[in-house]
């Protein structure tokens, strides 16, 4: 007899998801569940409500998105996209003196050549590169900031 799901979440094993090592075992409150619903079911019928009840399981490619998603693939995308199309979004004279470095959500880094330029930049072409950024990416970059050359943003882990 199949039983219907009222929820893909109702037997997953999630309490230690987040925990690292061979923690296979399901939580003290896990553990109480399951052995109340095995106790009321009895054991006839315990193995074929338990597997109607656990979630499916998910394919490789959905494992991949997720993981991609949770690394910042869209930024990455988008940073290589502007990389690609960098002189043709700020001009070919400006590209030779910038380029783009990180996207961190909606900010852009920009990597400026020399102090020079990183003064012309920051009070002549920023209100001008705002916008030019903002209708190139359609408002996913809103606020850039100029940096000088060399600058490394820190890490996320």
Known sequence: MKT?????????????RRSVGGLDRPSFREWRRENALASWLGDERRAEVFADLRPEPRSM????????????KNDMLLLADLREHWADIVGADNA??????????????????SP?????????????FNQLLTDYTGGVITRIQFVPRGYRPPRRF
Do not use: C, N
């Open 4 to 16: 219907d799901k009222k929820s893909e979440q109702w037997l997953t094993r999630d309490d230690r």
């Open 61 to 72: 490619g959905e494992l991949v998105s997720e993981a991609m998603a949770a690394v910042g």
């Open 96 to 113: 030779t003196q910038s380029s783009p470095l990180s996207v961190d959500g909606v900010t852009l880094r920009i990597e400026i050549s």
């Open 116 to 128: 020079t330029w990183f003064y012309v930049f920051e009070h002549q072409h920023k209100a001008r």
